[in-house]
């Protein structure tokens, strides 16, 4: 069996018209009883995220879904996050559930055989989905050995702008406003802050106050630990690879001698006493539970991983204690590329398993998702109830702009805004539907009117409105041919696997070594942990990944052929 590689086609090349997409072997699909619409269905689901709003459809959005489509979900997530484990049990057993997100597991799927080729389903019964794609549909193909269609991605908005920024190193505003508004560029202006505000300030709410945590638990350690070691060296976020924009090589980004410095800084933290000492031990329930305390002053982060934490501050009337967004850098000659383009949004989304009873009533499922209806009903809520209409536009009220802002986990759970995004391919922020209103909510007056008044008067004293005014802008930076490397399920030859979870078990064990060291071990250290990745095994797992890069901006140079 050939090896298969997640790639697709460069969509602004290309004018394909996805008829002409045809996946070897593809059988038509067969109408059963059930692929009336009017039947009412039960379809079984695994998300390989947590979820911890899910409500088995009981909330507001989910009822009008199943009232509008009688589809009920039975849905299953990984509690822990990824899902890696719950599929090689699926792919071991071959028993699944109809429908399937998952993330970069698509290759043990594909190549286990569990996951239908989509073409025929979305030619015939994908008006929606071809609607939201266009041309761009061709650049879903598997890869250049077989063009099937095998996942509808589904995590990213067709078309989107961000408007504000979720990442980067997390201040205070409390702290902020105590010291000025300090300009903050390096990692030494975020470190001086810290200190400064926890000298003045050595308890908070009769807590010691913890100047810097960090999240390592399991994977997250990627999130908070590993990851900010590129992104504040001026690379941008290719998973764990940094891949040269030149000549396309990619090698693990650990190995580049500004990071070691990153990590040297992070070292110098914990033995200065200003990095949590319980970093590398506490599970994610303890992080988050010492940010709903107030006294955690920074963070290095995205908001998602401290979202419910943030939301019990401003729920308690800690809306000061809650944070904001700085582009944060080792030295000064180096930008944050948080926005650098990516191109048309692929990668992670949702496929139909082998073991789906009911194909076509399924995709008629997903593209129902994909309408204008759906979209705006799982962006907004029920009009009357989450948003009103007024003057021929889409305007939510104040009391439910506040439990969105200071309650957001709660206030999903119980109306299920956005909280069925994943079930459809859908148009990102920016994009306006034919009304004229946006799509989400996620627009800068709507993001601006969500902003707590510690939040405006912080970006006030920065001259910004929103937080990704602070960060360098995409016109700063080339598109990425590659897009973003971290969507790309990888070689999925045994070899190259195996040396990846090797390079992946000696970060995870050398990097907290290293940080946790008297300064006078950590090159020592440092220095034994590159010399393992660079043994010929992990060359030649990298000299892979570089060819599946390479491999991927050839093919999206070139417009597609039909199978």
């Not at 911890?52 to 489509?69: R, S, Y």
């Not at 030149?246 to 990153?262: D, I, S």
Request: one cysteine or more; proline letters at 6%; a negative charge.
């Amino acid at each position: 069996m050939p090896r298969k590689l997640f790639r697709y086609a460069l969509a602004p090349m290309l004018v394909v018209a996805l008829a002409s997409v045809t996946a070897c072997g593809s059988s038509d699909p067969v109408e059963t009883e059930t692929s009336d619409v009017s039947t009412p269905i039960t379809i079984s689901f695994f998300g390989s995220d947590a979820n911890p709003t899910w409500n088995n459809m009981q909330d507001d959005v989910g009822k009008a879904i199943t009232k509008a489509t009688n589809v009920t979900l039975n849905a299953e997530y990984d509690v822990s996050g990824g899902g890696t484990q719950k599929i090689a049990l699926m792919t071991a057993s071959g028993d699944y559930p109809d429908m399937i997100t998952p993330k970069g597991s698509i290759s043990k799927l594909v190549e286990a055989g569990a996951l239908i080729d989509l073409t025929d389903l979305i030619n015939k019964y994908g008006p929606n989905i071809k609607k939201v794609y266009g041309d761009d549909l061709a650049r879903l193909q598997y890869s250049k050995e077989d063009p099937s269609i095998y996942v509808l991605p589904t995590n990213a908005g067709v078309g989107q702008t961000s408007f504000d920024a979720g990442g980067g190193f997390e201040v205070q505003n409390a702290v902020m406003k105590e010291l000025g508004y300090p300009k903050i560029e390096t990692v030494k202006d975020f470190e001086k802050v810290l200190k400064e505000y926890k000298e003045k300030n050595p308890t908070i709410n009769g807590q010691p106050t913890i100047p810097l945590s960090l999240n390592a638990d399991d994977w997250k350690i990627q999130i908070t630990v590993t990851n900010p070691a590129f992104l504040s060296t001026g690379a941008p976020d290719d998973g764990e690879f940094y891949i040269d924009p030149e000549t396309y090589e990619a090698q693990l980004h650990y190995k580049r001698p500004e990071e070691k410095e990153y990590f040297r800084w992070l070292n110098h933290m914990y033995n200065e006493g200003l990095l949590d000492p319980e970093t590398f031990t506490q599970k994610t329930d303890q992080y988050n539970s010492k940010i709903a305390s107030g006294r955690v002053l920074g963070l290095i982060d995205q908001d998602w991983d401290y979202q419910q934490a943030e939301n019990a501050l401003k729920s308690s009337g800690m809306t000061e204690r809650a944070y904001g967004h700085y582009p944060v850098q080792l030295t000064t000659e180096t930008k944050d590329r948080s926005f650098q383009d990516i191109g048309a949004p692929v990668g992670y989304g949702i496929g139909i398993t082998t073991s789906a009873k009911d194909p076509i009533r399924i995709i008629k499922f997903l593209d129902w998702m994909s309408s204008d209806e759906a979209q705006v009903l799982n962006q907004w809520g029920i009009e009357g109830k989450q948003y009103n209409m007024k003057d021929g536009k889409r305007v939510i009220p104040a009391d439910v702009q506040d439990m969105k802002t200071n309650d957001n986990t709660n206030f999903v759970k119980t109306t299920g805004v956005s909280g069925y995004t994943i079930f459809g391919v859908h148009y990102g922020d920016g994009v306006k539907d034919p009304s004229g209103n946006y799509y989400t909510t996620n627009f800068p007056e709507q993001i601006i009117a969500g902003y707590t008044a510690s939040e405006k008067e912080t970006l006030k004293a920065y001259g910004a409105t929103t937080w990704k005014d602070l960060f360098p802008q995409k016109d700063e930076f080339p598109v990425k041919p590659w897009g973003a490397a971290y969507n790309l399920p990888a070689p999925d030859d045994q070899e190259y696997t195996v040396n990846f979870q090797k390079g992946q078990d000696i970060v995870r064990k050398r990097i907290p070594e290293a940080i946790l060291a008297s300064p006078e071990e950590f090159d020592g250290i440092y220095d034994e942990m590159v010399a393992e990745l660079s043994t010929e095994p992990m060359k030649k797992m990298e000299a892979s990944y570089t060819q599946m890069i390479k491999d991927t901006v050839e093919l999206w140079s070139k417009p597609v052929t039909a199978k």
